[in-house]
């Protein structure tokens, strides 16, 4: 059985159930799903504010690197949203430069005492290319209008001195 | 020589024993919960009603396509989020107070550190939450799940 039955929350993110019991003799392929479905409905408390949508095949399920992004389309099957999925990714580059810049610190401090000028410029050079760097990520997001080129995307983080 | 069987009520010429063969009933499911009884056989159809045996049990790989590799009396698996599963129980529990055992095993770098809970259960259901070493939800390759208490 490689159909699975979705749900959308409230919130509008969606939920994938992958029946498990296996038919009963001589039941139909939609009959199943949907004894499955409320059993499953019955059982789970939170998904009694969920709507149920159209049932997918398994392989029309996209990449779970965006998986907090999917929703139904306008034909109402999953894919991933693209504007959720740009924000997704720059909180992950938030989240990752916020990173760098923390153990860049203790360089800082060492620098403010014993480094030339040189190395100090280098480094604040550094420091502000970071705290750059989300909004030159932004606008190359904007430019990708697809999961695919989304997941690919990779930022180009700066040297460290 | 060995012990035979009888339904319940039928006239029990000698009872077997430990030592002695002979007569011996089939235990029923308030025998079975009650765990006390050692003059009684279990058939396989009721071994789920003793409190020692697992009620419910799944194993499933939560990344990619979500997909269960084996299990026991498992209606479904919902897959809520990234780390974040609800697993359906065809036969309930009486309660929502079982003991849930979960856990997961991950392959990629770091090994270590993960840690795998369940969050809500209800009586027929709980949810499993997968979280890395930084306590962000991860898809892990496999997820446990195993019910232990009085089933309805």
């Not at chain 1, 398994?58 to 779970?64: F, I, W």
């Amino acid at each position: 059985m490689t159909k699975r039955i979705v749900w959308q929350s409230p919130d509008g993110s969606l939920r994938i159930t992958v029946p498990v019991e296996p038919p009963l003799e001589g039941e139909s392929e939609s009959a199943y799903l949907d004894r499955i479905a409320l059993r499953t409905l019955n059982a789970v408390p939170s998904l009694a504010d969920c709507v149920r949508l159209p049932d997918v095949d398994a392989s029309e399920l996209p990449s779970r690197r965006f998986r907090s992004c999917w929703r139904p389309n306008v034909r109402r099957s999953v894919a991933v949203d693209v504007p959720l999925a740009r924000a997704q990714l720059l909180a992950e580059v938030r989240a990752e430069r916020n990173v760098r810049l923390l153990a860049s610190d203790a360089d800082k401090q060492r620098l403010d005492d014993l480094g030339t000028p040189q190395q100090k410029q280098q480094l604040a050079a550094y420091r502000q290319a970071l705290r750059d760097l989300p909004t030159s990520v932004q606008q190359d997001l904007e430019a990708l209008t697809d999961s695919t080129a989304l997941e690919r995307y990779a930022p180009t983080w700066p040297a460290k001195p | 020589m060995g012990s035979f069987a009888i339904h319940r009520g039928a006239a029990a010429a000698s009872a077997a024993s430990d030592t002695v063969a002979g007569l011996i009933e089939i235990a029923v499911q308030s025998e079975m919960e009650a765990a006390t009884d050692t003059t009684r056989a279990v058939a396989p159809g009721r071994v789920q009603y003793h409190p020692g045996v697992a009620k419910s049990w799944i194993t499933f790989n939560g990344t990619g396509t979500i997909a269960v590799t084996e299990s026991h009396n498992i209606t479904s698996i919902t897959d809520d989020g990234t780390g974040d599963y609800t697993v359906t129980i065809a036969t309930d529990h009486s309660t929502a107070t079982y003991c849930v055992l979960v856990g997961s095993t991950q392959v990629t770098t770091p090994t270590f550190s993960t840690h795998t809970v369940c969050d809500t259960q209800a009586a027929g259901s709980y949810t499993v939450f997968c979280r890395n070493e930084g306590n962000t939800a991860e898809d892990m390759p496999a997820v446990y799940g195993a019910t232990f208490g009085d089933q309805a």
